[in-house]
């Protein structure tokens, strides 16, 4: 299943939305895992200079959301977010991929190589850093053309 990448505090106006992605982001041990973390996604808005065919996501990370590299837990949050549970704010509002338990116990294999051994870099293209908040610029068009062509996603109009 997935890694540990954070999860929000009791009480924010995010909390529906990072509810999902804490409900996938639990399954598993990784980055926030000695104990409670908070990390924020949300859409990095106007001021970031996203190519076409590319999303910014905001990922404010809290104190304890990581025990890797920062940047690579906020990456990984980003993907996670676009996949399972879609980031208001971007053109992605809604997840990319409906039924996140079924996908994972179906491709599990694909998600492992994506999530845990570092496959996601392939679709970020550049963090932007500042203080704990990261903006991940993401290249949801490969993303979603990988996904198609592993059948994860149908092709849109088909």
Not at 58 to 72: A, F, I, N, S, Y
Not at 84 to 99: A, D, E, I, Y
């Amino acid at each position: 299943m997935g890694r540990d990448w954070g999860r929000q505090g009791p009480g924010s106006s995010k909390a529906p939305l990072l509810t999902l992605l804490t409900a996938s982001a639990l399954l598993a041990a990784g980055c926030g895992s000695s104990g409670a973390s908070y990390a924020q996604v949300e859409g990095a808005g106007g001021s970031v200079n996203a190519p076409r065919g590319t999303v910014a996501v905001g990922v404010t990370l809290g104190d304890e959301d990581c025990d890797r590299d920062e940047r690579e837990c906020a990456e990984l949050f980003a993907i996670e977010a676009l996949l399972f549970t879609g980031v208001p704010g971007t053109s992605l509002p809604r997840p990319m991929v409906n039924n996140e338990r079924q996908a994972r116990a179906q491709y599990g294999e694909y998600f492992e190589d994506l999530l845990e051994d570092g496959e996601h870099r392939r679709y970020v293209v550049r963090v932007e850093e500042e203080s704990d908040t990261y903006t991940v610029i993401v290249n949801h068009d490969a993303l979603r053309r990988s996904l198609e062509q592993e059948g994860i996603i149908r092709r849109f109009g088909r």
